[in-house]
């Protein structure tokens, strides 16, 4: 039997040898009162570092098409049954799309990932995009992700010859637990998605949303499925409580949670992109620079329907935990400022107590 000292190191090397764990191992990772979280993330940065070394990835979003879903997905704001009051609109100009692809390219942004909503592709929005993202590798050059719903064998294929690098398409939850999440669509239309752009020559980006009323053992079937795919992508999205979609707080996640689902993830897929996601800034909170020991990825500058964290904020992030930029020198970083400028307290630049001081714009105290 490992002891207690030797056990994190036993993981490390286990996932350095890209050997199984046991559903064991894995809940004792997830769940133990035992663990210790500094210790465990210190053993998931080994696994990181081997492949990645310092690099962290920026990915950036562009929702081009906005509701409009027949879908009903419970965690979505899009979901025909959300009653969150999205802006809809179809899918953009193609000349917008590929500006856009220019702008983020110019701001050092690594992959330029398209999402629109909607069930899935038809053979006329498959041309839409197939020409937009062959504009995009001959105007731009930069690479692309696209998630569009369903996707089959020579829709998949098309894209492909067209440039496309990588298709997303998550699997959120575990098989036995979608029903609680989704009745439009099964478990089996999502691997079926995912075999098509595979066999097509596309990388597959694939994931979960924790946080969704989940179980540890549907945890572990989720990061058992993507390793048996071998996903070299994998975005980990934290439940962000939207009022209005019929998913909406199951009061599961902490910080603490967040990272131990971080670092089973990369134990478990120790060559993968493993990338923090949405939700990450409400739930990680502070432990966003210890979960990047097991990340190695992030998404900059929102996401689909809601907000994140701006981009020099996610930078500063990055480098203050000792981690690098992939790309830096193309990023336009804006990092001139004197130490004083950067200080800041929950984002507010005043830092003076209105109790106590004058400060112009703080009304001073009324209480003797």
Known sequence: MTSESNKYQAWTDKALANEDFSREECLEILASPEIDLLKLASAAGDVRMKTFGKKVKIHQINNVQNGLCPEDCGYCGQSKDSD?????????PEDEIVE?????KERGVYRYCMVSSGTGLNDKRTDQFANIIGRIRDEVGIKTCLSAGFVEYEQAKKLKEAGLDRLNHNLNTSESHTPEVVTTHTYQDRLDTLRN????GLENCSGMIAGMGESDNDVVDVVFEVRRLAVPSIPINFLVPV???????????DPIR???????????NPKAEIRMGGGREGHLRGLQSLALYAANSVFVEGYLVTRGDRKNKVFRLIKDAGFEIENEEAFQIEDDEVSSKKFSIDDNPSILNPKTTKAQGCAPSTSS
């Open 258 to 268: 967040c990272v131990r689902i971080l670092c089973l993830f990369r134990f478990l």
């Open 100 to 104: 856009e692809a220019r702008q983020a």
């Open 243 to 253: 009022e209005g979609n019929r998913v909406y707080d199951f009061d599961q996640l």
């Open 84 to 92: 969150l009051p999205v802006n809809k609109y179809a899918l953009k």
């Open 197 to 200: 752009s595979r066999q097509a």
